[in-house]
């Protein structure tokens, strides 16, 4: 069931100002295995700076959805090697603040974190540039949107403390998700979330 969302954002140090959304083909372009190492090989017109890329080890979840969104689709199995890594965020972050012509990306609250220190940009999936929002994100429109989720076993509800639980959980998800920087669902989903829990129950007893 959708509980929440996290809008994975592309970001670059705030001095990088020719460029405020990228392609789809641009964004294979950096991030693929033979990813370029200066912005004028992305896009003509794009000056000759290098471009130094920051982002999640292999470890990380967030590097396994922007794989699948960005590179398999065009039959790529593995991104450059060549590149900033960390699992943490944070240092992600701090490298590309702290280098002009960086490129990088993580979740979306730790660029609500740095905002006046690091520029979003937008993503053209392939219907024009969308820039990474709450709205964005809750309506699909944005392409590197990650729908977050909970579990649950259907005969795992026949038990009453697991059912209040989960009732619970999706009673007072909106709050949590907020606070750690994540999007929350829609209403429609978290209502079909909650009739699925009530259908499965009714179902176990």
């Known amino acids: 069931m959708r509980v929440a969302t996290d809008a994975l954002t592309m970001v670059t140090h705030p001095e990088t100002e020719f ?12 991030w693929g295995p033979d990813g370029a190492d200066n912005w004028s090989q992305v896009r003509d017109g794009f000056p000759d700076q290098k471009l130094a890329v920051f982002a999640p080890g292999s470890d990380s979840g967030t590097y396994d959805f922007f794989n699948e969104t ?3 689709p065009n039959d790529i199995n593995q991104p450059r090697q060549d590149y900033n890594a960390s699992e943490d965020d944070n240092v992600i972050a701090q490298g590309i603040i702290g280098t002009p012509g960086s490129w990088g990306y993580f979740g979306y609250a730790y660029y609500q974190q740095n905002t006046d220190r690091l520029t979003a940009l937008a993503y ?12 964005t994100a809750q309506d699909d429109s944005y392409k590197l949107a990650r729908p977050l989720f909970i579990y649950v076993k259907k005969s795992a ?5 697991v059912a209040d639980f989960v009732n619970f959980y999706l009673d007072n998800v909106d709050a949590v998700v907020g606070e750690v920087g994540y ?23």
């Open 19 to 30: 460029v405020s959304c990228l392609t789809q083909d641009e964004v294979v372009d950096i």
């Open 70 to 72: 960005v590179l398999e």
């Open 124 to 135: 053209d999936a392939g219907d024009g540039c969308v820039e990474p929002s709450a709205e």
């Open 157 to 161: 509800l026949a038990d009453e403390h």
């Open 183 to 205: 999007i929350a669902a829609s209403q429609e989903e978290l209502d079909q979330a909650r009739q699925k829990v009530a259908d499965a129950i009714e179902a176990a007893e």
